[in-house]
């Protein structure tokens, strides 16, 4: 069945250090691929997208590639900053109406100053 | 920005006993969805509600659990006698259609403890 893995955390850095979650997928067809970030005590918010390969999600300095060849969506970010820990979620939604995200388990990241 | 809102934010609850967790979808959305993340682990999917009826469902959604819109606003998931592991955080979620491409929005979660 179609799942996502995701590198196992924690991922400890330090303030503007340039940052890569690894995400590869296993899908039929062409799922749209997300990141979901979840902060301290909150729900899951949607960081970013990309619906078909080649594709760039980008949002708050994050980006991700879509790429199909090597069915992965890296998250990257140039300079983090100690705002940005959280849980990171990868997912993805195969292209039939309504359903279901399929999440990897979550990366943690933390930043230090 | 219209967000999906889940009551309460923590219920501590009895084994054995019934359970009704709420949420309130973003008011133009079409699709509704129940997740639920036990402590540590991945998010997982539980059932896809649509047009007053569930169109997908996983595993997990066994006999013990079911969903329902009881009026134009709200979203219900109620677990009939929980268990320990049922222990867990509930999120729901919301699209206006059923479009792959749309993101789910989520809310805040409802954190459920079971004794």
């Known amino acids: 069945g179609d799942s996502v893995t995701q590198m196992e955390g924690p991922v400890t850095l330090s303030e503007e250090a340039f940052l890569t979650i690894n995400c590869t997928y296993t899908a039929t067809g062409y799922p749209s691929l997300f990141w979901y970030v979840q902060y301290p005590g909150e729900g899951l918010q949607l960081l970013l997208k990309?619906?078909?390969?080649?594709d760039k999600g980008s949002n708050k300095g994050f980006e991700a590639t879509y790429r199909k060849e090597t069915t992965s969506f890296h998250l990257e970010k140039g300079s983090v900053q100690v705002s940005d820990s959280a849980v990171y979620f990868c997912a993805l939604r195969t292209n039939q109406a309504g359903t279901a995200l399929i999440f990897g388990k979550g990366t943690t990241l933390s930043v230090s100053s | 920005e219209p967000e999906v809102t889940q009551t309460p934010s923590h219920q501590v609850t009895q084994m054995g006993q019934e359970v009704i967790l709420r949420c309130v979808p973003i008011s133009n959305h079409l699709y509704f969805y129940w997740y639920r993340q036990i402590l540590g682990q991945k998010v997982e999917f539980l059932v896809s509600f649509y047009n007053n009826e569930i169109s997908e469902k996983s595993e997990i959604f066994d006999d013990q659990f079911s969903v329902e819109r009881p009026d134009g606003s709200n979203f219900t998931l109620k677990i009939r006698s929980t268990k320990l592991e049922d222990s867990a955080m509930y999120f729901c979620?919301?699209?206006?259609?059923?479009?792959?491409?749309?993101?789910?929005?989520f809310g805040d979660g409802t954190r459920l403890s079971i004794l």
């Open positions: 979620a919301s699209t206006p259609q059923g479009d792959p491409n749309q993101p789910q929005h």
């Open positions: 990309a619906t078909k390969a080649d």
